[in-house]
């Protein structure tokens, strides 16, 4: 463990980086993903359609704790960080036995701008970063010693891990490479295997039995959704690429393959099997690109290991090129913060970095004073997107709302069957915008309100709501 007298520096730092996004949290409207997840907490469950269940658990745990809000939302995400960041610290500092190394790839994970976020918004990726650092460990243990103890160790992270995210099954490939390359092969016949493996079982046992009540539905859903079609596309690779160098910080990108060459020619075992994490991880999401374009933050974990790992060789060569990627990084990172809290920069209509976070307690609010009879009377909403945010801000009204579309999804499993005969207030934005008429079977149909959601006399969104009478289905 790191001493507070040998590492105060870097102690304080984060210290100081924790307490802005506790302070910040509460001021920032919640994001798609975590408005879904809060939802998860709210309808607690062994497992979920889109994911497995801890980002939910731990969603409700804080909820209990500070009461379900944006603060309590961001809470673990900002723990997380504080944890995580003195993993990476430790990681560094091992390899390389330099705490001013340690020090600057510590500075240039803050610097790589979806880090600023990932720490601040709980997702499932959030959860596999506190735990991929004591993961490289333990399967150093378990090639060193081949005890029980480290084998069991072993086996609760690999399981808290797919408790997070079904990818977390690509941690198994580097494992396996590694004790190969080690010409430990009595290791996968040794009978400290099994217990390890029950261990790991028994805590993603809740993922297996909630799809085994439901047809297997997450796995079908995910093996969709990471690979969208049959055709590839170069074009889908490149927009992938591309998202990551502006996600993460474009002058830090390359310093992260730089560092995996580094790393895999290295004689150092904690570097090399990064290396292989790394190699793995990131090939798999790049194969995936060529068919669906990947999100930036699903490619986070590579980039966790590499920037700062890769920014610890650059140092060494460049100096001078590292402080000004690291200040760069972090000043957008400041900036990006301070217009968080405080919104002070004019930004064009309709296109506001606010534009998902800003305005859903007043949208919910003119909504539900459409809301006469709530026996007779709903709300409605045609996304996914919306239906998160929308169902959290409505928690304080007495109205029910549904998402009317025909995708399969989590919402499906949350919702009753006493929509048809209702009249339904279809709420509609900027970005999704559609007459109920064009998708919906109703009596009648009216627009009954308009308004925008501004900030500073700009514009955010606008807001259009829709009377659709005696709801009978979607088209």
Known sequence: MLSLKQHQLILYFLAFVATLRLLLAPHVGLGVDEAHYILYALHLDLSYFDHPPLVGWVEYLSGKLFGYSEFSARFPAIIIGFITSLFVYKLVLDSFKNKTLALVALLALHASFLF?????????????????????????????????????????????????????????????????????????????IVPAVLVALLIISPVIIWNIQHDWISFTYQ????????????????????????????????????????????????????????????????????????????????????????????????????????????????????????????QPDYKSVHLDIYGWDQIMQRANKQIKDPQKEVLGVSNWTLASRALFYNRSYNSKLYLVDKREDQFDLWEDNNLKGKDLILITTKRFHKQPQEFMKCTTTQQVDSFDIKLHNHIVNSIKLFKCSNFQGVL
């Open 116 to 192: 600023n976020a990932l720490f601040l918004m709980l997702m499932p990726d959030t959860l596999l970063f506190v735990l991929i650092i004591p993961l490289l460990y333990s399967v150093l243990k378990v090639e060193r010693e081949n005890s029980l103890r480290a084998w069991l160790e072993l086996g609760v992270i690999l399981g808290l891990a797919g408790l997070s995210k079904y990818t977390a099954v690509l941690f198994i490939p580097p494992i396996v490479l590694y004790i190969l390359f080690k010409k430990r092969y009595e290791l996968f016949v040794s009978l400290k």
């Open 223 to 346: 093996s969709e959704h990471v690979v969208g079609e049959s055709h590839i596309h170069l074009s889908r690779l490149a927009r992938s690429l591309g998202a990551q160098f502006g996600a993460y910080n474009p002058l830090l990108v390359p310093l992260a393959f730089y560092g995996l060459y580094k790393a895999l020619k290295s004689n150092n075992d904690l570097l090399f099997l990064s290396a292989l994490f790394g190699v793995v991880l990131f090939s798999f999401f790049t194969y995936a690109s060529l068919y669906k374009t990947a999100l930036p933050h699903w490619s986070a974990l590579f980039y966790l290991l590499f920037i700062p790992i890769g920014s610890a060789y650059t140092y060494e060569k460049s100096k001078k090129y590292i402080k000004f990627a690291i200040s760069f990084g972090l000043i957008v990172g400041i900036l990006a913060y301070a217009e968080l809290g405080f919104k002070f920069i004019p």
